[in-house]
């Protein structure tokens, strides 16, 4: 092993080109950046020519007592900055990003912040990220410098008031990526933000205000990616772009009215929350996007009947549509499929899906549950007898605790099918490990294995392996288990969970007769 | 000069590494170094590469071999790989940061560099030095002065400054 020495011979990565020097600084904040100036003469250098200045959020605050403050010195902070992009701008060293969250302007002038915009966009500032550091109901001004800034690719504001300049128009003729959060702006302007940002790829809306009616135009091209979330006053979405790949749409409590997508069979990924979209919306979309693969439904409160049939389909969510009766699924592609409802659980019809796909369903029952709740469980359940496995989080009651005087009349659903199960344990309420178990091996017996997680990442896998692979004799409890210990073994595999691990080796001890029982 | 064979069509080169050892890999894959790919335009099929040593030599084909096989449906798995990859210690990553500089892996420098970035972010100057072996060639004048104007960087306040080398 050769030896740490500082040693001039071993300082190669010093003698790395600059570009790498600046790519790995670059992704450091400026003051880790600018510490290392005090290695040596290269790293010094290195950082002086850096273009990369993350002064970063906290550049202005400090940490007290876990909070972030303000800290008291801004006037030093200020010729801070000003001093590094003076020194940049001396040495004819173009500053491509910069980073840095400022105080509001009640409590720092926001000439300064107007200043080090102008420097950075005649610099010819490629990705610049400002934000304001206290969010209030007010917006602090932009310089109309600002939006000349050709070279721009990626924006990234907070805490700002977008105004159209006066003088000239939008020039964001290279903005790729944009970025608005609590922000305030008009129709007018995203018109014209439309009309100049032709190669804008990625468009994010967080929390602005100012818009009660979104257009985004077909003549943006490049458009892949849009993110709107919790806009308060909008009421109406219409989404032009014509290579839309991706759109995330939440709105902030069912403000949102109307949605309208309209790009050319080119979606794949679609999030909607808390909209109000019908059945016959839903229809028309899935009709017109048949390349649709994510699709993740939430507080969609007018649905009553979903019915997709699609290829392409691999992930699927549905939760809180607590008005939903009906789910047709046939999606041969289907990977992934998630389900988060109170009682009313919908009625499931898996026709077609893959033999991979992973089931993720969340409960949260208050209610107590009736030989109803159980019945249309076991029906849901049954459509994943081909899936390759079940991950249950149950808050409440015992949701997956069938009482025995129930199970009479209910068929096991899993029956004959290997599930592997994963079970998110510390959410059950006043049952046991063992009921819970007990259960399961009822609905699934011929269960593959068994995980489940509790508090704090504990989580433990059981696995059964069966000698024998004939479904003959199922094992309706822990007491047929052990009937059956020369056919089969039961492996513990290395758990966290040692309480858990205790508790079933407590039973499983109950006899030697168990035979092999072996611990992974 | 070894003799490229053609095993199910794909082209084969040998990497030979500093101490000698050679290992056969793919053409396909190993042209997403840009230094393999100018020497196999100029017809070479067996590389030498001196200045890369053994052990490092094997992560790196191990490495071109994951990214090799890139789908639009196996990112989340290259991701994962990633992360572990990166799971070395700081004389690893400097081998691997040089020898990828050397065979111009794009993708593994900028790995790197962020694995680099991530472990030394609030590592006082003194650690950072001997993780890199980066010898001082500043007078006491000198480094005074430099320090005097980054003081505002070498405060410590209340961040928590990592002063070990590991």
């Known amino acids: 092993m050769k030896e740490q020495r500082v040693d001039e011979v071993e300082d190669q990565i010093s003698k790395l080109p600059e570009p790498i020097l600046h790519h790995f600084m670059g992704l450091l904040l400026a003051k880790d950046a600018a510490r290392m100036s005090t290695l040596s003469k290269t790293w010094y250098a290195a950082w002086s020519s850096l273009p990369y200045l993350n002064f970063g959020d906290r550049f202005f605050y400090r940490e007290v007592r876990g909070r972030w403050i303000l800290s008291e010195n801004i006037q030093e902070l200020v010729h801070i900055v000003d001093q590094t992009l003076a020194n940049r701008k001396k040495h004819k060293i173009s500053v491509q990003k910069f980073w840095l969250k400022v105080p509001s302007s009640y409590r720092m002038s926001s000439s300064y912040v107007h200043n080090w915009i102008k420097i950075l966009v005649t610099s010819n500032i490629k990705e610049l990220i400002l934000k304001v550091g206290e969010s209030d109901s007010s917006f602090d001004s932009l310089p109309e410098e600002l939006f000349v800034a050709e070279g721009l690719n990626i924006l990234n504001l907070r805490g700002f008031k977008l105004e159209l300049p006066l003088h000239h128009g939008i020039k964001f003729s290279s903005l790729r990526n944009l970025r608005l959060t609590d922000t305030y702006l008009d129709e007018k302007l995203v018109q014209d933000l439309c009309a100049s940002c032709v190669c804008l790829e990625k468009l994010r809306l967080s929390c602005c205000r100012g818009l009660a009616s979104l257009q985004i135009a077909a003549s943006l091209l490049k458009l892949k990616t849009v993110w709107l979330c919790c806009l308060p006053e909008l009421q109406i979405v219409d989404i032009a772009a014509p290579y839309l790949e991706n759109v995330y749409i939440e709105s902030q409590l069912w403000n949102l009215q109307v949605v309208k997508i309209t790009c050319s069979k080119s979606l794949k990924t679609l999030y909607i929350v808390d909209v109000y979209v019908t059945d016959g919306w839903l229809k028309d979309l899935l009709v017109n996007q048949p390349k649709l693969e994510c699709l993740s439904l939430s507080g969609c409160l007018k649905l009553q009947a979903i019915k997709i049939s699609s290829d392409r389909l691999k992930y699927l969510a549905l939760s809180w549509c607590l008005e939903l009766i009906d789910v047709e699924l046939e999606t041969p592609n289907l990977t992934h499929f998630r389900c988060e409802c109170d009682e009313n659980l919908p009625t499931l019809k898996l026709m077609k899906a893959s033999v991979f796909l992973v089931v993720e369903l969340e409960f949260s029952l208050t209610n107590i549950l009736d030989s109803h709740w159980y019945s249309v469980l076991m029906k849901f359940l049954g459509n994943f007898k081909q899936s390759k496995a079940i991950k249950l989080d149950c808050c409440g009651k015992n949701g997956i605790v069938i009482p025995k005087h129930m199970r009479e009349n209910l068929v096991p659903p899993l029956y004959g099918t290997n599930t592997n199960w994963h079970i998110i344990f510390n959410t059950f309420g006043d049952c046991s490990l063992m009921d819970i178990l007990d259960s399961l091996l009822w609905i699934s017996p011929q269960i593959d294995t068994l995980t489940f997680v509790r508090e704090s990442n504990l989580n433990s896998t059981l696995k059964f392996i069966y000698e024998d692979a004939s479904a003959e004799g199922c094992l309706n409890s822990w007491n047929e288990l052990f009937d059956y210990r020369r056919r089969k073994e039961l492996h513990l595999l290395a758990g966290d969970d040692e309480e858990a691990i205790a508790d079933i080796e407590k039973l499983l001890m109950v006899s030697l007769l168990f035979g092999a029982f072996k611990e992974v | ?166």
């Open chain 2, 1 to 166: 000069m070894a003799s490229s064979s053609k095993t199910e069509q794909k082209k084969m080169l040998i990497l030979k590494s500093s101490e000698e050892e050679e290992f056969e890999i793919e053409e396909s894959i190993a042209v997403q170094s840009g230094t393999i790919k100018n020497m196999v335009e100029d017809d070479f099929t067996l590389i030498p590469l001196p200045n890369v040593d053994t052990e490092t030599l094997i992560k790196i084909i191990k490495y071109m071999k994951k990214h090799g096989e890139k789908t639009k449906s196996n990112e989340k798995d290259i991701e994962e790989f990633d992360k572990e990859f990166v799971k070395k210690s700081f004389t690893e990553l400097k081998e691997l940061v040089l020898a990828a500089n050397y065979l111009h892996i794009t993708s593994l420098i900028d790995l790197l560099c962020q694995a680099f970035a991530d472990r030394i972010k609030n590592k006082s100057v003194k650690a950072i030095r001997e993780i890199f072996g980066i010898p001082n060639d500043f007078t006491p004048e000198e480094e005074a002065e430099v320090y005097e104007q980054h003081k505002w960087a070498h405060e410590e306040g209340k961040e928590h400054i990592d002063h070990s080398a590991y």
